[in-house]
């Protein structure tokens, strides 16, 4: 995974691999999110809704600290290391959008 400044726009390009997981990952839930749209048309207990909406969530978080752990080993280095420390306080206002 790279980070790239490409017409001002940030990008960051990713192994076919890496999107395939990501891809991979977002598929699931969506796929989980469906199956708990086919429940409530199928009036389930909302019990049973409600745990499938919490490993959802947690799928969710999942797939978030992989992408931040993916960004700060590559894009928030890369730029360190180049000698942009603006890139911090972006890091920052991400864990402050987690919490």
């Known amino acids: 995974m790279s980070c790239n400044l490409c017409n001002n726009e ?3 390009i990713r192994t076919e691999k890496e999107k395939k997981e ?4 977002v598929n ?5 999110m469906n199956g708990i749209k086919n429940m409530i048309i199928d009036d ?3 019990d049973d809704i ?5 490993a959802i969530d947690k799928s969710i978080k999942s797939l978030a600290n992989l ?3 993916n960004h700060i080993h590559s894009c928030v280095l890369n730029d360190v290391n180049k000698g942009n ?3 911090l ?6 864990f402050k959008r987690f919490q």
């Open 10 to 12: 940030k990008k960051t």
């Open 22 to 25: 990501l891809i991979n990952r």
């Open 28 to 32: 699931r839930i969506v796929g989980s």
């Open 44 to 46: 389930r207990y909302c």
């Open 50 to 54: 409600l745990i499938q909406l919490s």
């Open 67 to 69: 992408m931040l752990d």
């Open 85 to 87: 420390y603006e890139v």
């Open 89 to 94: 306080d972006e890091i920052v206002n991400l």
